[in-house]
């Protein structure tokens, strides 16, 4: 079955600064990678999502990037505010459309 | 419209009881799924049901089990509650579970078994 690793599990980075965490996916078949953020006590919130026929997306301050022939995919934060402090989740769904598969998680911290 | 909605939001059990948790899904959707969440380990996949079937199951033992109304409407048990069933319990909704769709989570029940 799908397997999806994350890193890093944590990250700190300086507000304004940029923030980068990367995922890989082990089943090929797997077509559609939604980010999700959960602030503290939190629901998961989607944040932005890519479909397999895309490289690249972009909203605002977020972007998401993949590389199929990899197999990794990774979110990227422009000038982070402390608004930005939360888990991120990245996740894959099967070719199936029934199941999503999440990677462990990385906790971003943003330093004011 | 309403969000996926809980219940109860929090729960404490002792070892050896069952629980039940609710959830409800955003109206028209017709897909739910439950997730376990325990700090460290992320989002563990429990199962998904679709107009009232069970269409995929993860990796849990058969003390964890569920059900799906005609309302979509999902609820999830627990049998001979463990410690270590202590945890965030998430439902999400989609439309139907086709491909692509986007999946919305409720806020969660969580669990504390003593």
């Known amino acids: 079955g799908e397997n999806v690793e994350q890193h890093p599990s944590t990250l700190s980075v300086q507000e304004g600064d940029s923030a980068v965490i990367k995922c890989t996916y082990s089943?090929?078949?797997?077509?559609?990678f939604p980010w999700y953020k959960q602030e503290l006590g939190k629901r998961p919130q989607l944040i932005i999502d890519?479909?397999?026929?895309?490289g690249e997306k972009k909203d605002q301050r977020i972007a998401v990037t993949l590389n199929k022939t990899a197999k990794h995919f990774s979110l990227h934060i422009t000038e982070t505010q402390p608004e930005d402090s939360a888990v991120y989740f990245c996740?894959?769904?099967?070719?199936?459309?029934?199941?999503?598969?999440f990677g462990p998680g990385t906790r971003l911290s943003v330093l004011p | 419209k309403a969000g996926v909605t809980q219940t109860p939001r929090y729960l404490i059990k002792t070892r050896g009881q069952q629980v039940t948790l609710s959830c409800s899904p955003i109206?028209?959707?017709?897909?739910v799924s439950w997730y376990q969440q325990t700090p460290g380990q992320g989002l563990q996949f429990l199962f998904e049901?679709?107009?009232?079937?069970?269409?995929n199951k993860g990796n849990f033992p058969g003390r964890f089990s569920g059900r799906q109304f005609s309302n979509s409407r999902s609820e999830m048990n627990v049998s001979t509650l463990e410690l270590g069933d202590s945890a965030l319990y998430l439902c999400?909704?989609?439309?139907?579970?086709?491909?692509?769709?986007?999946?919305?989570f409720g806020s969660g029940t969580q669990l504390s078994v003593l």
């Open positions: 996740a894959a769904q099967d070719n199936y459309g029934q199941n999503f598969v």
């Open positions: 999400a909704s989609s439309l139907g579970g086709h491909l692509n769709e986007k999946l919305f």
């Open positions: 890519i479909r397999s026929n895309v």
């Open positions: 109206s028209g959707h017709r897909s």
């Open positions: 089943d090929s078949a797997s077509n559609y």
């Open positions: 049901y679709f107009s009232e079937t069970q269409r």
